[in-house]
């Protein structure tokens, strides 16, 4: 069965400096991987998504991802946070087999003006 | 664009009380999820239908079932409530064309049930 970790539960970060949300991964095969945000009472927004060529991904709001297959990470990264980023992010993951997406426990993200 | 509408956006019943969640998928979307989240957890997916059936089923409770009718929308039914059963309750939908398991699942704003 395909799972998620996020291994922090709370990330801090200065408006403008870069931000690194981790993710780690573990699929029976090759992993689909997806980043989703969160904002206080909202749906969850897609922002990226890996399925297969560069492993670097590029996403919606300046985000992006880098899949590393040897470490089985899709870690989510922004080159200059905003304040308005502030928001719960969530790593999933599926199988190519079309399996329902399964979630990580979310990071925090707060960024500090 | 078009989004996932879910209704009611709030709903308060009492415990061993009947409640009933509606999902519209985005057009043309034939593939609807159910997804459960607590306070402060990730999202724990119920159970899904492709084409009104079902397709997969996840951690959903035997006193909840679910349904797709033929305009493609979706009903999750929760009977004899529980006090864990307060949460917020997302519906997904997706295309299922393309590459299995590539496909994005967009969600709706989410019904939030207290179970008092």
């Known amino acids: 069965a395909q799972s998620v970790a996020q291994p922090e539960d709370q990330v801090n970060v200065a408006e403008g400096n870069p931000l690194t949300v981790k993710c780690t991964y573990s699929?029976?095969?090759?992993?689909?991987l997806f980043w989703y945000v969160q904002y206080p009472n909202r749906g969850l927004q897609f922002l990226l998504k890996?399925?297969?060529?560069?492993?670097l991904v590029k996403g919606s709001y300046g985000f992006e991802a880098e899949f590393n297959k040897s470490q089985t990470s899709f870690h989510l990264k922004k080159p200059s946070a905003l304040v308005s980023d502030s928001a719960l992010y969530f790593c999933?993951?599926?199988?190519?087999?079309?399996?329902?997406?399964?979630f990580g426990k979310g990071t925090r993200l707060s960024v500090i003006a | 664009a078009a989004g996932v509408i879910q209704s009611p956006r709030h709903l308060i019943k009492e415990k061993r009380e009947t409640a009933t969640l509606k999902c519209y998928p985005i057009?043309?979307?034939?593939?609807v999820y159910w997804y459960q989240q607590g306070p402060g957890q990730d999202p724990q997916f119920l159970i899904s239908?492709?084409?009104?059936?079902?397709?997969d089923k996840g951690s959903i409770p035997d006193r909840f079932s679910a349904q797709q009718f033929s305009d493609y929308h979706s009903e999750l039914n929760m009977s004899s409530l529980e006090l864990g059963d307060s949460a917020l309750y997302f519906c997904?939908?997706?295309?299922?064309?393309?590459?299995?398991?590539?496909?994005?699942?967009?969600f709706g704003a989410g019904s939030r049930l207290t179970v008092l």
């Open positions: 699929v029976s095969g090759n992993p689909y």
């Open positions: 057009p043309r979307h034939d593939t």
């Open positions: 997904a939908s997706s295309t299922s064309t393309g590459v299995p398991g590539a496909n994005v699942l967009t």
């Open positions: 239908f492709y084409e009104k059936m079902q397709s």
């Open positions: 999933a993951v599926r199988d190519m087999a079309d399996t329902p997406l399964v």
């Open positions: 890996y399925i297969t060529g560069d492993n």
